[in-house]
């Protein structure tokens, strides 16, 4: 298990689909940030299940709690907890799924890695663990709004086959986004795909999509090469996410069939200093922000639980039908988005607040005699 | 800065493209394993620049020198650090190329995170970087293939628009990569590859390109939920490769157009244990490996320098002409192939040693009394 | 703030004298482990305040809740989320106590660092921090006990100037040390501490004291050169315990007297293999444990919150006399004895952890071709 | 093995006894510090063995090389290597010492953990790997001083049962400490010190002794609460510096003894703002320093290589007599010297660097609308 996240800001999330709570404890957010159950409470909304009749008919109201770290709601520099009291703690009654593993979900490798398992829903591996990330990235996305007035939008930009048109990265925003409970902003498309969801969801099948994040207003100089370069913890964050099979950043996979002199983004006088023509970098260039906008996409495979019968074999190996029962998302993407925007937050604020960390010190360097 | 990678296995890599040496120290390589030179050297010839007519004319010998951790070609388990000499150790001589930030390079970003760069060559953001994690991969890979008898195959899968036929994950090895210096194991395609890269080269142009890789026999278990995933941890590693792009795991992308009741990959008695028909998956459910084939792609922009003029702006804002010297790779992905294994086994090897730790608790724990 | 401590076996605690709780999230036990919440009680009652009238009057319950990472009374290898809720939740009213920073106190030096304090009580500099340590340190005990058989057992060595006299290692337990309030297991020497208590506690006073642990059937070779040697992780768990004030191991400052000659440890053939006739080394030569106990020293300043009137100065530096209200202990070092326990088995169960790692890959090393 | 230390300021080293070389890569050090190896060697000098009669008599240049990080004098804020070559390298014959584990030294725990131990010299163990510490705290300390005008300065307070008068924190200077080989600034002990040092070494045996060290010009506000304290964070640094075996700092063990009316410092008004008229904090109260001086004081344990006759036994746990050849310090303190400020500095660079990461934040924070 590894829960934590982040070097400086550093959240250590926990909580399966059937406890107590889920939540995360934060460790390293800065003193006097004005902070209320509110602030958090939005995005946790955008990511719950039974938003509309697209998603699972679950209920589940996810209140979010701070246990710690504010007072008079101003942060005080110490952990800040945060807690989802699960409605539903039913741990199972170890009934028939407990002897076959649903084809392409966790049962099999969490048996493999721990040699047991929640008894029922999908424990750790649950969607419901994005709750800590949610929550935590809400308090990052703020100080980040604070410091630097940086936005992070994301949207559904395809959901099986049909894909959305390019949007505007300059405009878009979250009241756009929430237009239609598809979180799609291309209206000419969405009706098909509401109706492919129904479609699947009637049928007992699932399908994936992609969604899409654009970070504007980001300071040039973020990011930490090698390892950590800006791009790489993008990465990381975005295929930590459930579901997750992708991600390309700016020109991604179709910029690889561009020859350099097409893709290359030359620079020109703008406003506020340097900047470049086109954007084909995706606001990123040797792992280090350039003050370009960012843009990434995630590729979301289709939801694994279906109801449809499938043939595979239990876990002694014998062949056998699973008809899986309960109430499960036909596609996740409208649900992901806020999930992205929050581990979009989460990169951002530790790498932001590791380059102040160096920037502070850079006066001081000035006035040096040099060799 | 964050040239540090692993959590058991760690390694800190070091150099610009024109100091005195590049190289890496790790920490944490169990002690007892056989290790030389040679041990490395073969998988840093395969990076080395200079190979081939469709590579860099630059030659860089890249010899490397075991400095501490091992004593009678035994390692000892203390840090081993491994060092390059850069034969070419020119700063420069802050000419032309100061003023202006070479497009898509990160030049500009460079200087806006450290108010200072290199003076010639790319500095820390150069492909020589990567001598570090190369060196360090072959010493992870060794370890792995002892204990897993694990094996890491990547290869070319395309350059620019030119796409390799798909390739049997189950019998690819190095060697049938080997077999042209494209290290495309299609040889239907090789002669189109090289033609239009020999192509770019002439016409002081550039071209992306992907690099494909598989990992056999690995255990199942791997993969450290919720933010170091197995794939999470694989796409950190893979953007963190200079010019990469994008990554992709299983079905990737073109996943998200199925339906889950075609992606979903059913469970049947294998040889060894349970296995999985299909491998959408790419080998990981839930973030933990399921013992079947790992696979992902990855994606590398064409190189930003290219020798054609360019139109661009210099630091001040002014409108330039830069015409680029020096010898340029028209295509990164053959030497890439190496770095891609590399970065894999770095992945890879700190992920089992993490596991083994709690495997090691485990039969105690079987006798306990339970509530 | 850094509230995490471990690399394997990693805690991050929560919680504020006047929060809505306090607590940890345990990530990385390993699963399969019995755990339920009597577990976890007996040492948090051990630390609690209230006990008897040598300690502070005020009564806090401390009840511990498992939130996650169990089910049906076994750990999952999720992580472990444990609450305990404060019953006193009264943030203040800022009043005078407000414009004065208590001598010896942390009122000061966290304004100085987060520019806000908690506006009454210690925040999180109380002594209710240390709830999230015992908690976890419990269940890193029970592991360490299970798979070694390992025994850490502290006990109080001096309250003031009255030392106790030398303990066996070998033989004390937790029942001997408990059985007086002092935890102190001189029966000569308790009375005239309780009496030395009771006078401090009449005239508003307060004393410092030492808690001595020793930890029993340590297994040779846990410890990390360099930086991570056993008794630099045990010295740095042991300062992060409020009030402390100093750390010795083995032989200690006194053993700076000694000549090498009589401090060296000979070796010997013991029923278990080799062995040391003396043990000026504390159980660890380099960093690294020889299977002899380990032992150690906490020094304890006297507590810093005293009800008897004191000369200093407020925020603006005019000169104030503070007399301080509120129930404390006038000698924390009872109380100490569980934390000092929990920290100490949180070093043990990570050391233990990483070694283990390396040792599962030693068989497979053996077979090797050498050079 | 952890041979890596700090947060932001990260050192990883290297080398054994009888490698090629020892040293240090540091990631994360801020560009446009000038550095060069002048600014290193100075600090190594002072480590150096062979320095004076009372040390060992073994010449060891210990001449630096910078590696990678800097250009024209100037630190990139690329990884910075530094390295010093082993003029012996010659692992050993596998001799008597082989079957013999030296008593109280590190050859027995290296065998217990890694199965393997260097042939000769104490590999990893050995006085040489502070060759990194030294090299990489020397940075540091240079940072330190340019932006806050901190002095470290460690002298020697006692050499076995010697122990030098009371030193005055706020003018102690290298200066002053170097005045004499034995590095204590107490004129009217130094020459019983060399006395009993050239006894002992006369006589094969060896003596401990103690290193003091104070810190002035620190900032208030440095020290990450809980588990990494600045006392913490100190107590660690210095227990993993070879044969240490205690750390106090302020009143220590002689502060448990006192009442905490007599302990406590009140505040007063000081030319700069509030300040303490006693210090027996030592600069720090709830793990944060308060703008004071620093100070704290360091066991050495007597060496345990001693040319005496020693009865011990051998691995097989036959009896034998051992007697070690060699040359060895009888006294290591005055070597300790500039390791123990070097420790130090590498501890405040990192809590320094996190500091302002989050004080860089705090105006944003401020214009915020309360709740």
Same mark, same amino acid.
Request: glycine residues 12%; contains cysteine.
């Given at each position: ?12 999330t926990f909580g399966e689909s059937h406890c107590k709570s889920v939540g ?9 940030? %004005? ?6 409470q939005?995005?946790l909304d955008?990511r719950r299940p039974g938003q509309? *009749?697209?998603t699972t008919d679950r209920k589940e109201k996810d209140q979010v709690q ?13 952990? $800040?907890?945060l807690k989802v009291d699960n409605l539903d703690q039913r741990p199972g009654d170890y009934g028939?799924m407990e002897? $076959?593993?649903r084809?392409?979900h966790a049962d ?9 398992k929640a008894s029922s829903g999908g424990g750790r591996s649950s969607a419901r663990e994005t709750i800590g990330?949610v929550s935590?990235?809400?308090? %990052?996305?703020?100080?980040? *709004?604070? *410091? ?46 509401? %109706?492919? /969801? ?42 930590? /996410?459930p ?50 906008? $960012? ?8 939801p694994?639980t279906?109801s ?16 899986a029962k309960g109430r499960h998302d036909?596609?996740v993407?409208?649900r ?36």
């Amino acid at each position: 298990m590894s829960s934590n996240f982040g070097t400086l800001f550093r959240v250590s999330t926990f909580g399966e689909s059937h406890c107590k709570s889920v939540g995360v404890v934060i460790d390293g957010c800065p003193s006097g940030l %004005a902070l209320v159950e509110s602030d958090i409470q939005t995005q946790l909304d955008r990511r719950r299940p039974g938003q509309s *009749k697209i998603t699972t008919d679950r209920k589940e109201k996810d209140q979010v709690q701070i246990l710690s770290g504010t007072e008079h709601g101003i942060t005080l520099g110490s952990p $800040i907890a945060l807690k989802v009291d699960n409605l539903d703690q039913r741990p199972g009654d170890y009934g028939d799924m407990e002897s $076959i593993p649903r084809p392409s979900h966790a049962d099999y490798t969490y048996m493999a890695k721990y040699g047991i398992k929640a008894s029922s829903g999908g424990g750790r591996s649950s969607a419901r663990e994005t709750i800590g990330t949610v929550s935590s990235g809400a308090v %990052a996305e703020k100080l980040l *709004k604070i *410091k630097y007035g940086m936005e992070i939008v994301a949207w559904v930009s395809s959901v099986g086959p049909l894909e959305a048109a390019p949007v505007d990265h300059q405009t878009i925003t979250r009241e756009v986004v929430d237009q239609t409970d598809l979180r799609c902003p291309d209206p000419a498309i969405v009706e098909q795909m509401r %109706a492919l /969801i129904m479609e699947l969801k009637e049928g007992g099948d699932s399908t994936g999509g992609t969604v899409s994040c654009v970070l504007r207003e980001v300071p040039g100089g973020l990011g930490e090469p090698v390892y950590e370069k800006l791009e790489a913890k993008l990465a990381q964050a975005m295929l930590a /996410i459930p579901a997750t099979k992708g991600f390309e950043i700016g020109s991604g996979f179709s910029g690889t069939r561009l020859r350099g002199s097409e893709h290359n983004d030359p620079f020109v006088l703008k406003e506020d200093g340097l900047g470049t023509v086109s954007n084909n970098s995706g606001g990123i260039q040797g792992g280090i922000s350039n003050g370009e906008s $960012i843009y990434f996409r995630v590729a979301f495979k289709p939801p694994a639980t279906i109801s449809q019968p499938q043939q595979t074999a239990d876990y002694q190996g014998s062949s056998v039908t699973l008809e899986a029962k309960g109430r499960h998302d036909p596609c996740v993407v409208p649900r992901a988005v806020s999930i992205v925007e929050s581990m979009a937050a989460l990169v951002m604020i530790d790498m932001a607040m590791r380059q102040e960390a160096r920037l502070a010190l850079r006066p001081s360097l000035q006035g040096q005699e040099r060799p």
